[in-house]
């Protein structure tokens, strides 16, 4: 038998499912945005990130809800913490999708990537799309293996990551400090977005066996 | 009349706080080593940020069994459920001078901070200890007035951080791209340091209040 209480907290599941998957999408337009130096489109991204953060305020407020009321134990308490805890990763997954946002705007109308580092980016925001999926899909299946795909899927953004910052360190860099600076802070707010990804994944992993797998 | 309930919650507000006092400590050590290129330093605040991952799960921990043994509501689930989400800023704090240590480490023996720069790391170290012992305090004594004063230290450090950038941007910038690469990574390391803390303050607010103070 459905109780209420188990309803409401489908409900606080499924908005996190949501946060989840709109903090993909935030990242997949950023990315647009920052490779086309599309304007319009990271004007959205920025716009757009309010409906994150107020869907995080109604998560945490229902959540709060469901602890004063229903006083869960076992394995439900550790759903709602667990969902507490993870709708703000996914606010933060979206906020560092506004950041790249902002970084396409404040170049607009030139590219703040140069081309020869495009590819990079396209890529870690192809992975960065994956996560958010993955987020998504695994705080409704609750399923293991789907949250050590996201680990793996982290795997590729850091070695990414590593790759980006060798070729900007390396000797025959010739875009100057401004594009360098860009660069090492858009490649910080990707592997994040990844890192908090993960962090989703852990705490679903905890609240269905209890524990919490290794770092 | 004490009860065992709000002895234990005592406990767990009092460990935050000493998370909030390392995580500061941990930020004045990284700023000592980063300045004076000290590996010695450097090296033990990477190793003691074990220790505030070890407070942040024994904490998160006894949050949780106070919510499932006790299940309080209103004010005192205010306290327990937002000294549980403070906890993890506490920890995140710690790890951000952990990321700060190991550049000094990386570029030992050389200093990773032109001398031109030293200033503003000097400055901003200053303020993350402020930051660090003020949240400290601030989670003991719940007074708002000090929540305040943790949001006016984060403009300090944001003001810090955009002059180090408009240094970093400027033509006469020599130092390269490597350098330029670890500043923008310090910097952002120290400001969301900042922001942390003003997280804890704003949390603290709302355990007091029951309502959360803007952005």
């Known amino acids: 038998m459905r109780t209420e209480f188990h309803e409401q907290l489908d409900s606080l599941?499924?908005?996190?499912?949501?946060?989840?998957?709109?903090?993909g999408l935030a990242m997949?337009?950023?990315?647009?945005?920052?490779?086309?130096?599309?304007?319009?489109?990271?004007e959205q991204v920025i716009t757009d990130h309010e409906h994150l953060t107020r869907m995080q305020a109604a998560a945490e407020?229902?959540?709060?809800?469901?602890?004063?009321?229903?006083?869960?134990?076992?394995?439900?308490?550790?759903?709602?913490?667990?969902?507490?805890?993870?709708?703000?990763?996914?606010?933060?997954?979206g906020a560092l999708a506004l950041h790249v946002?902002?970084?396409?705007?404040r170049r607009h109308p030139a590219h703040a990537v140069p081309e020869e580092v495009n590819g990079f980016f396209a890529e870690m925001g192809r992975v960065a799309v994956e996560?958010?999926?993955?987020?998504?899909e695994v705080v409704l299946s609750r399923d293991p293996e789907a949250a050590a795909k996201i680990r793996r899927d982290d795997d590729v953004m850091d070695e990414l990551h590593r790759h980006l910052f060798s070729v900007l360190?390396?000797?025959?860099?010739?875009?100057?400090?401004?594009?360098?600076?860009?660069?090492?802070?858009?490649?910080?707010?990707?592997e994040r977005f990844a890192?908090?990804?993960?962090?989703?994944?852990?705490?679903?992993?905890?609240?269905v066996?209890?524990?919490?797998?290794?770092?």
Chains 1, 2 share one sequence.
Not at 131 to 136: D, E, I, P, R
Request: charged share 20%; net charge neutral.
């Open 13 to 23: 599941i499924e908005t996190l499912s949501q946060m989840c998957g709109l903090a």
């Open 28 to 42: 997949e337009r950023a990315t647009h945005g920052l490779l086309q130096a599309d304007l319009v489109m990271a």
């Open 61 to 93: 407020q229902s959540a709060f809800v469901l602890l004063a009321l229903q006083a869960p134990v076992a394995g439900d308490l550790r759903v709602v913490v667990g969902s507490m805890q993870n709708v703000a990763d996914a606010e933060r997954m």
């Open 101 to 105: 946002a902002k970084i396409a705007r």
């Open 131 to 136: 996560l958010g999926n993955s987020a998504k």
């Open 169 to 190: 360190m390396d000797k025959k860099w010739v875009h100057g400090v401004e594009s360098a600076v860009d660069i090492t802070l858009l490649g910080r707010f990707y």
């Open 195 to 207: 890192d908090h990804a993960v962090e989703i994944g852990r705490r679903v992993v905890f609240e």
């Open 209 to 215: 066996t209890g524990q919490t797998p290794p770092q």
